[in-house]
């Protein structure tokens, strides 16, 4: 799961978008007494985060128990293997890098300051060399590292910077509606919302374009969504990429991130205010701005192969003219592992990732589950693959291997719903649809939501650009049209502080070892928002043709590039 669903439990109600008068005739009735069984999910989030499975991390001992265990059920539910070689496994072959940096920076012409690792900030490499050195490269300012021509913005103005180390603020510009005061303006980088130029791969992206030997981002924990100790827990570490020739792909030499204190004492060391600049960040007037001090960055690498796999079963199509396309639904299931390092016993140093995302896979096999018990008569006319996917954590590597090498084409993938993190406090009136407005998917879940009288929310918080982080972002940006959606917040039957759950979740457990079954969770809410995926995901495996992307959406042209068009 990705930073973070968590901030809805203290948004202000949000009123609901309608659903469409009535879905088809033909996908209304005949899955009505389908069932989602709770507390097999609850039965499998208790196996997955069970210190046997050791925090499921890629490549270790965790990943064996995983697989077999995802296996297991496939058989047992009568799931078939997806894979051309006849197995559930797709393997994915990575690179695992274990870096360790150190950063100093200076002033022209003064005194070095040597940040500390990793509670100042965080880098690595991905470079399979013993030693990655950026040495005396001068530190720029680049604002929010954005090139759009859409907007006529361009924080680079053309400059050089090679071989110079980038400094970037987080997320997109937030740039002020002219018209309404304290708004954002719609017209502009999404409003409130982020867009994909607002993501760290985005920004890292364009400093690798730019030949530039370093990035570093500020973090900022309320724009980000999460504070600075879950940059920590999830790059601090080791970290994974897909194996490939040469430079990784999107990534300059050496990235990063800046806890927002170091970065303003390196900013006022240079002579600068980092807050007078941050403002200045918010014009399309804006040019680099050299701050005035060096850094030195050494990254002192230990690196390996490193073979992980995803889980790809299936239920063939039942129409002969449908059969070669396809629905996905997704959900990863690695976590973070064990740390060593960390005191108390062995059950405090593993991160059980319970929650995130042993709870997505829960629902992914019970999902599986019902689409096999349907009768032959309601079969699915496309075919429906289960796929989940490694190295999430990491950048959704797995899902990102998988759109390189489908099962079916992409083009003939009509639909990938994607499970991350599911609700586990309770039912609820609402379900919370992210990156709404995007695709004709949004009808599929309208119409799921009302089967089971509940209404569909817009993201809360969508300045957290919580669309752009998930396996769900690679489908799309492939050109797939995609669902993901989150709990609700209007709980049944629950006292009023049961929507701030997930706020404290985010807080204390969110990737760290605390990330464990709870005694206070009641599975019927992620029984509810999987039988809504179920009914969605049904519809379109049976409807004469797929959602297709929105006028505007940043997707659609790749979609239809596919498609021939």
Known sequence: MTPTLAQAAVAAPLVA?????????????????????????????????????????????GETVTLNYLQDVFKKTGIAPAMPDGGYLQNVPMLYMQSTPSLSYAPVGGKSVTLAYP?????????????????????????????????????????????????????????????????????MFGGAAMTYYGRWTYKFAMAAKLGAAGALIVHETKPAGYPFDVMRNSFGRGNYGIKVKGDTPGLPPVPGWLSLARARDLFKAGGHDFDALKKAA??????????????????????????????????????????????????HWDHFGIDDTLPGPRSKQIFHGALDNATGVAALLEIARAYKALPPARAPKRTVLFVLTTGEERGQLGAQFYTRHPVLPLAKTVLSINLDGMNVWGKTRDVILSGHGKSAADDLVMAAAKQQGRIVKPEMHAESGMFYRGDQFEFARAGVPVIFTQGGVDYIGKPPGQAGKLAQYTAHDYHTVNDTVQPDWDMAGAAQDAELLFHAGYRAAQEASGPQWKAGAEFKAVREAAAGK
Do not use: C
């Open 119 to 187: 509670d100042d900030f965080i880098a690595w490499s991905m470079r399979a060399e013993r030693k990655v050195s950026v040495a005396n490269s001068e530190l720029v300012f680049v604002g929010y590292g954005v090139t759009a021509p859409e907007f006529q913005w361009d924080d680079y103005k053309g400059a050089d910077l090679k071989g110079k180390t980038l400094v970037m603020l987080i997320n997109d510009p937030p740039l002020p509606d002219p018209k309404k005061k304290g708004k954002l303006d719609d017209a």
């Open 282 to 331: 918010l014009s399309r007037d804006f040019k680099p701005v050299p701050l005035g001090v060096t850094a030195s960055i050494a990254v002192a690498n230990a690196w390996g192969d490193m073979a992980s796999h995803n889980v790809v079963g299936k239920i063939d199509g039942s129409d002969p003219k449908l059969k070669d396309e396809a629905v996905v639904y997704t959900a």
């Open 17 to 61: 978008h309608s659903v469409r008068a009535e879905p088809r005739a033909e996908a209304r009735p005949e899955t009505a007494a389908v069932k989602i069984d709770g507390a097999a999910m609850l039965r499998h989030v208790q196996a997955l985060a069970s210190d046997e499975f050791e925090g499921r991390a890629p490549g270790s001992r």
